[in-house]
């Protein structure tokens, strides 16, 4: 595996739907972790008793992941880079490629560190809050900012691993972020009473040891004289074709971010029942993301790995099988969300108004993952790939192609056509990218450069 000696990276397995298994359930598991997190930290500060340290703890928490979103091109674009250096033999550049994630990952934290206060400014500029709350989201903030190198690291650490198929370990950093976060959350706050200042020590500490740990599961890395070979890592030709793929991501994720805000604003207008239903089902998106999520990285590290190796017919077997699981992933959350959506919108809110509207538009929850699926899919193969400029485009169309829809169906039929509009741009994505998908492949038949 990756610890092993420096040198050509180690054949990979066979491709089985057993491999795909491998890779893709413990990132489906790790996701799973990721709402008890967020319950914690709220159920434990709402046992202070006052709804202020809520309002604080959730606005600086968003204020923050917000900023680091940013960065996530970190780990798509170091996933679909190692991969293809793994495939192709080049132990010397998955190690490098380590190294470059991790200097991006500290000099952008030290940057928000420098300009926290300006950005902490700004985001309360955009989004206001009461006085009391604005204190202790500032308070928070403060103290979990000096965690950002290790928060954008971790992007870079958990692509190297997923690149190799190391998925069980990732699976392992976040169980044990999530543990010491929580435990530290109990001790700091209700043992010790430091209150919201508390959730975010008990945070800073679990990013500063999960990145520690991570590096220890890259120790492999470190074995070889690679990773420090200045010659190498600042490579001219390595760094610009990073920096390409980086930004096309960034632009891509970004142009996907004005799809959803629009969609929320848009929402507004309809008043306060449609926006806070579409809230709710907004959750319904997020678990078809998460369950997929697995089988899209499993998708980018196995064409990332094919496409290293110039193996065609390697790559287009990733493809499909990935895809395969995919499919019967949303064939059971179309029928879970049919089946148990009421149950799970009452689980969310208590308001019968909410309740009865988020009712009304639950067909198109129902819809979603099956209509969303090949989007997802595609995206994991093309980042595997790093055929970055084609998901740019083709996000940049989607998103026209949602402005145009939403601007004849909104008028005409409301909140219902605001969701049509919305899984009209999912099929826009996937149907551009599956017609850029034949010179995907070809390129796999092309020498590397």
Known sequence: ????????????????????????????????????????????VGQMGEAAPIGGVGIGAIILAAIYWVFGFLRMGTTGLTAQAWGAGDRGEVDAMLSRALLIGGAAGLVLIALQWPLFAGAFRIAPASAEVEALARDYMAIRIWSAPAAIGLFGIT????????????????????????????????????????????????????AGL?????????????????????????????AAVNTDILIRSLLLQAIFVSFLFVAAGFGDVPLAANQVLLQFLEITAYALDG????????????????????LRRAALM????????????????????????DLMTTSAEVRAAARDYLPWMVAAPV??????????????????????????V???????????????????????????????????????????????????R
């Open 159 to 210: 692509g190297w691993l997923i690149a190799q198929g190391r998925t069980r370990a990732v699976l392992i950093m976040q169980l044990w972020m999530n543990s010491v976060n929580i435990l530290l959350d109990f001790w700091f706050v209700l043992g010790l009473g430091w209150g919201v200042q508390g959730v975010a020590v008990a945070t800073f500490l679990a990013e500063w040891t999960g």
């Open 322 to 345: 990935t895809s395969l699981w995919g499919v019967v992933t949303v064939i059971g959350l179309a029928a879970a969300f049919a089946l148990f959506g009421g149950a799970i919108i």
């Open 398 to 448: 989607a998103a026209a192609v949602y402005a145009v829809a939403a601007l004849a169906l909104v008028p005409a039929c409301g909140n219902h056509g605001l969701w049509m509009a919305l899984l009209i741009s999912f099929v826009a994505r996937a149907v551009t990218l599956g017609l850029r998908y034949p010179a995907l492949e070809a390129a796999a038949d092309r020498p590397a």
């Open 1 to 44: 595996m990756a610890d092993s000696a420096a040198g050509a990276a180690p054949a990979p397995p066979p491709l089985t739907h057993r491999r795909v298994l491998a890779i893709a359930l413990p990132i489906v598991l790790s996701n799973a972790t990721v709402p008890i997190l967020g319950a914690v930290d709220t159920g434990v």
């Open 295 to 314: 089988f899209a990285f499993a998708a980018e590290a196995l064409v990332g790995q094919a496409m290293g190796a110039r193996a065609r017919a390697t």
């Open 214 to 242: 991570g590096l220890w599961l890259c120790r492999g890395a470190f074995r070889s004289a690679a990773w420090r070979e200045s010659a190498r890592v600042f490579e001219p030709a390595r760094l610009r074709h990073m």
């Open 371 to 396: 209509f969303g699926l090949a989007s997802y899919m595609l995206d994991g193969i093309f980042i595997g790939a790093t055929r970055t400029r084609d998901m740019r485009n083709m996000m940049a």
